[in-house]
Each structure stands twice: as C-alpha cells, then as structure tokens.
Antibody, heavy 120, light 107 residues
C-alpha cells in the first residue's frame, strides 16, 4: 500500500522558516512526479508546487514562488518543501501527494497532512 | 491561470438519489480533469482522473464525463458514506488549479 508520511509542521513566527518532509513507501519513488497541496483552515485546496521524478521540471504557485523550494532525494524516497519568509496566509495543512500514472498532473495518493501555523 | 468553477456550491440529496456536480474551466483543458472527495479532517481522495477514468477501488456509482471546458461528476445512487466535499482539479497546465468545492449533504 502506497504511504506518504509528512513531518516538519508546527508553529513559526512570521518571517521564519520551516522544512517539511514527506517519506514515501511502497512504490518506485523516482519514477513519479510529486507535489504539495495546502488547505487553509475552513478553505479549499490550493496547489503549491510540483516536481518531476528525475531531472528538472519544478513548478510553483505564484503565491510561494521565491519563498518556497521543492526538492526530492530519490535515494531516501523523500520529498521536501523548504518554506522561507513565512506569512500568516501560509497557515494551512500541507499535503504531500503522488502524481498518478497516465493522469497528467492529478494526484492519486495523499499523505495525512501536516499543519503549519504562522503566527506571532 | 485557468479558473475552475464548480456548481452547485452545496447540495442536499437523499439516499438513492442521482447527484450531478459540474465543473467548468475558463479555457480548454482537453481531458485533464480530476475529481476528489474530502471528508472533514481527512486528506482528499482521488475518485476520477482524465475526466472519466475511475480510480482503482472507487465504487462504480461514481462516474465522470466531459472534455474541453465542461465536466460532470455523477453519483448514480447516493449512499450515506458519500457525504463529503467534492473538488475538481485541472491537470493540464501549470499552475494547477482546483474548483472551490461542492459540499454534499445527505438528507
């Protein structure tokens, strides 16, 4: 069974940084694109960033471009999201998600989410 | 950016009813549309990808149709477990965008 386990969320002050991790298992991680999607409290889903399986292909939402960096370590089956210059509007549950095969950029498996709270 | 507009925003229906949710894209996205179900406090679950392909393990009462700009999610016979919020997502062009969600309530 595919599993995605996020970690690294928590409370951070405005302007601060956090690094989220997503440990993947039960599939060949390097073969699949991955992404981060967030959901502010009581709100809908917002795509944050995506990365292809190997070599290049990184995409960001305008709302996080220049502040967030997505990366992956295929040797560790782990996806990361480095978040800098955090703002109150970044407060959300952050989900790690696997891109499905033959589905372009839709997400077939999701982690349970990790909460990021930006507040002083 | 491609805007995704879902309707209705909320719907209330009875067990056994046929329910239809629509999603309209602000520009053509071919077949690259997905539907997700999300229950409170849980991660979204993929129901339909590529507009009409049923994700493995999803009950056959769920179906999707459409291409270009207009898409539909249909639940053929509503079950109590279907109470949730449903989102469409365009998977054609970056930035990826989601609809605002449709809350489905069981009467």
């Amino acid at each position: 069974e595919v599993q995605l386990l996020e970690s690294g969320g928590g409370l951070v002050q405005p302007g601060g940084s956090l690094r989220l991790s997503c440990a993947a298992s039960a599939f060949t991680f390097s073969n699949y694109a991955m992404g981060w999607v967030r959901q502010a409290p009581g709100e809908g889903l917002e795509w944050v960033s995506s990365i292809v399986g190997r070599g290049g292909g990184i995409y960001y939402a305008d709302s996080v471009k220049g502040r967030f960096t997505i990366s992956r370590d295929n040797s560790k089956n782990t996806l990361y999201l480095q978040m800098n210059s955090l703002r109150g509007e970044d407060t959300a549950v952050y989900y790690c998600a696997k891109v499905g095969f033959s589905s372009n950029w839709s997400f077939d498996y999701w982690g349970q989410g990790t909460l990021v709270t930006v507040s002083s | 950016d491609i805007q995704m507009t879902q309707s209705p925003s909320s719907v209330s229906a009875s067990v056994g009813d046929r329910v239809t949710i629509t999603c309209r894209a602000s520009q053509g996205i071919s077949i690259w549309l997905a539907w997700y179900q999300q229950k409170p406090g849980k991660a979204p679950k993929l129901l339909i990808y590529a507009a009409s392909s049923l994700q493995s393990g999803v009950p056959s009462r769920f179906s999707g149709s459409g291409s270009g700009t207009d898409f539909t999610l249909t639940i053929s016979s509503l079950q109590p477990d279907d109470s949730a919020t449903y989102y469409c997502q365009q998977a054609n062009t970056f930035p990826i965008t989601f609809g605002q969600g449709t809350r489905l309530e069981i009467k």
